[in-house]
């Protein structure tokens, strides 16, 4: 694949397609999903199975579903459609109604983030869909952590009838029981051929009749299973996507972005610098503190991960002379060194590992001029010490992770210290949350975010190491770093240094 290949992901609901769209997810449909095998009508074997603009069009008038697409420069090369339910006691459920990949475009990941978009949250009650491909029924079960079982289906058939209600297709003749879960969707479509463990694995959903598709439905109540790969796999896709994890933050809304003035106040006084003088923020996010330094005189450099913090950053400076870049602060950038630095609101602790965490340390080192200081903030290790409600060695037990409840908290508020929502592993030094995301034009997607957090003991003893002798450190809340406070008070929840290079 060309490294030029650079897809573009969204969520919306049915009712927001543009005619243009209907009639891109037509053509997808027509020339991509499959062929007629021809059982019910001899005629039509071998001809491809077509769904009309008007058919997608009829979609936007049902509330209830949504479509995940993928887009190339601008054309839709995958969808997956799918019904978001709530029934009346509150129970949310979801049916995957469609799934379609470009035929260039497939065995490259395309499929399974769709799919992950439209069954990742762990919230839900029911997430199921009618398939003929044994490989998806694996998906679902991957993704869900539970098993499809059919005896389980039969105890939840009222559940999954209410959802049927709002399907855009028919559906009739259920039949589920401890040997088989069918469904005769009318269906007849040319079975791809799979590898003969893919068909033994699904052999407990029955014997697949032409013109049904097997019923595949996974539930909450059921009990997780797991092991280690599996959830090492887990994990390591979670870190990968922390990057846009953060990209998500709605910082303009987030009550902790409000003390800018305040905070480059004391940032200004701390680092004891003159007009005029070169400054770099590392993990500037969508440019407030570089904004406001650089109206004060100061000539600044911003860097942060994102592209997109760095274009709304861009965007929020408007003609102010501010160098920004995307850069990963685990990684030293070439050029110049700086008269001062900083590195605020917990870019140092965003990574799983201490070795990545220190790399920006070192990063900051590198890039301070001789006697020059920093100032920089991490979340306080004691504070949660203190308050942790879910704790415990994630790795010996990873059902502690899997059970703990998701929050939206990182796109919506930015409050980190929801103890509802946080769990301990003090043995790592981690604080794991699920962060879910949707609504903002991109993926639906949850994410497990991992933050490392220090004492200030540990902290202090990293910088000395590492040729940044500690000037101060304290105590304090967002916005306030002029007041310090003691270790355990209820708004402790972070711990600032200022630096200075040796």
């Known amino acids: 694949m060309s490294r030029s290949f650079h897809p ?31 059982k019910d009508n001899p005629a039509k074997k ?12 009829a ?65 839900y009650f029911a997430w199921g869909l009618a398939t003929a491909n044994s490989i998806t029924v694996k998906t679902l079960e991957s993704v869900t952590w539970r098993k499809v079982d059919p005896t389980v289906i039969f105890d939840n058939l009222e559940v999954i009838s209410k959802i049927t209600e709002s399907l855009p297709y028919p559906t009739q003749n259920i039949s589920v029981d401890p040997t088989k879960s069918l469904i005769n969707t009318n269906f007849f479509i040319e079975r791809e051929k799979h590898e003969s463990t893919d068909e033994v694995y699904i052999q407990h959903l029955g014997e697949l009749p032409e013109g049904h598709e097997w019923l595949a439905f996974t539930f909450q109540t059921q009990e997780m299973y ?19 994890a953060y990209s998500r933050m709605d910082m303009s809304n987030q009550s902790w972005a409000k003390g800018t003035v305040a905070e480059v106040d004391f940032v200004e006084q701390a680092l004891n610098i003159q007009k005029g003088s070169t400054l770099l923020d590392i993990g500037c996010g969508q ?74 340390i070192r990063t900051i080192a590198s890039k301070l001029r001789k006697g020059g200081r920093a100032v920089l903030s991490v979340m306080n290790m004691r504070y949660i010490q203190l308050r942790a409600r879910h704790r415990g060695n994630v790795a010996s037990h990873p059902h502690l992770l899997l059970n703990l409840p998701a929050s939206n908290h990182m796109q919506a508020t930015g409050n980190m210290f929801d103890m509802d929502y946080q769990l301990l592993d003090e043995e790592k030094h981690l604080v794991y949350h699920k962060e879910q995301f949707e609504k903002d034009g991109l993926l639906s997607a949850e994410y497990v975010v991992a933050d490392y957090r220090f004492t200030q003991a540990e902290l202090q003893q990293i910088l000395s190491a590492n040729g940044l002798r500690v000037i101060e450190s304290r105590f304090v809340r967002a916005g306030h770093f002029d007041v310090p406070l003691p270790e355990e008070d209820d708004n402790a929840k972070e711990i600032l240094f200022v630096v200075e290079k040796a």
């Open 8 to 38: 573009t992901y969204r969520t919306i609901k049915c009712s927001d397609l543009s005619e243009q769209e209907c009639c891109e997810c037509s053509y997808l449909f027509s020339t991509c999903y499959g062929k007629y095998s021809g």
């Open 46 to 57: 071998g001809l491809r199975i077509k769904l009309s603009p008007a058919r997608y069009q």
């Open 59 to 123: 979609l936007r008038k049902n509330n209830e579903m949504f479509v995940s697409l993928c887009q190339l420069q601008g054309i839709i090369i995958g969808t997956c459609f799918f019904l978001k339910k709530t029934l009346a006691n509150g129970q949310k459920c979801v049916w995957i109604t469609q799934l379609v990949v470009h035929s260039s475009y497939r065995k490259i990941g395309i499929a399974t983030r769709l799919l992950q978009s439209a069954w990742g949250f762990s919230d």
């Open 226 to 244: 797991f092991d280690e790969k599996r959830f090492n796999d887990f994990i390591e896709f979670s870190a990968e996507q922390l990057n846009d």
């Open 287 to 360: 440019g407030r503190h570089c904004i406001e330094l650089a109206k004060r005189g100061y000539r600044v450099t911003g860097i942060d991960a994102s592209e997109q913090h760095i274009a709304k950053a861009k965007e929020n400076a408007g003609v102010l002379d501010i160098h920004f870049r995307v850069w990963d602060a685990r990684k030293r950038p070439t050029g110049k060194s700086f008269d001062a630095v900083i590195c605020l609101y917990d870019v140092v602790g965003s990574f799983r590992t201490l070795d990545e965490n220190v790399a920006i």
